[in-house]
């Protein structure tokens, strides 16, 4: 079965500080990895998608994450962040490692950026 | 790139009455949908996934006759929420599949459902 973990339900940062937003994950097949934001009232906007290609992963906005098998982490990331990057974070993995599957979504991060 | 629409975005209905959800795929043919259900301040809940031309497979602790879906052709599945009540009351989200499956454009979320049942 697949599962996800994001660590820490509500992160506050300030303006132009660095953004670590954290995502473990638990697959017993190569998973397929995903992160969305969602603004209030509105559907999911993929930020960006790990396939099994490259581990180093970059979305949109400036976000990017790291696949570490090792870990079994795909934290996401932005070196500077704007206001307007405060919603709600998802992260989540594929049912299935392939076309088609259930999308497991974690619990999700509030982020809050401050002036 | 591949667009889901979901109509209506907002719904307010009387406790005992039906609503239907729509969800299209405008740009391409989706063999697999999935319905998301999204209660304030928490993460999606996987609903059913409904595949084209067959019946919707409901997760466990869903009950198939309140939330029936359809996907009758490969741009359009319905969720119909029968005999809403208050506790129905909920965001109600969509997504799609191309027919090439995750290697194109992936998972595609329609912009969702507020469904208020009074």
């Known amino acids: 079965a697949q599962s996800v973990t994001q660590l820490g339900s509500h992160v506050s940062v300030s303006e132009g500080a660095l953004v670590l937003l954290r995502c473990n994950y638990s697959?017993?097949?190569?998973?397929?990895l995903f992160w969305y934001v969602q603004y209030p009232n509105q559907g999911l906007q993929l930020l960006l998608k790990?396939?099994?290609?490259?581990?180093l992963v970059k979305g949109i906005n400036g976000f990017e994450a790291e696949f570490k098998k090792s870990e079994t982490s795909f934290h996401l990331t932005k070196p500077s962040a704007h206001m307007s990057d405060a919603a709600e974070y998802f992260c989540?993995?594929?049912?299935?490692?392939?076309?088609?599957?259930?999308?497991?979504f974690g619990q999700g991060t509030t982020l809050q950026v401050k002036p | 790139g591949a667009v889901v629409s979901q109509h209506p975005s907002r719904v307010i209905c009387k406790s005992g009455t039906s609503v239907k959800i729509e969800c299209r795929s405008l740009?391409?043919?989706?063999?697999?949908m999935f319905w998301y259900r999204q209660f304030p301040k928490q993460s999606l809940m996987l609903m059913a996934t409904?595949?084209?031309?067959?019946?919707?497979?409901?997760e466990q602790g869903v009950e198939k006759d309140k939330f029936l879906i359809n996907h009758a052709s490969l741009t359009l599945s319905t969720l119909t929420v029968t005999s809403a009540h208050p506790e129905d009351s909920s965001f109600y989200i969509c997504?799609?599949?191309?027919?090439?499956?995750?290697?194109?454009?992936?998972?595609?979320f329609g912009s969702g459902t507020r469904l208020t049942v009074v």
């Open positions: 997504s799609a599949i191309p027919g090439q499956g995750l290697g194109s454009s992936g998972y595609t």
């Open positions: 697959s017993s097949v190569p998973p397929y």
């Open positions: 790990y396939t099994s290609a490259a581990t």
């Open positions: 989540a993995v594929s049912g299935i490692s392939g076309n088609t599957g259930k999308l497991i």
């Open positions: 740009d391409f043919q989706a063999t697999t």
């Open positions: 409904s595949n084209e031309g067959s019946k919707a497979t409901y």
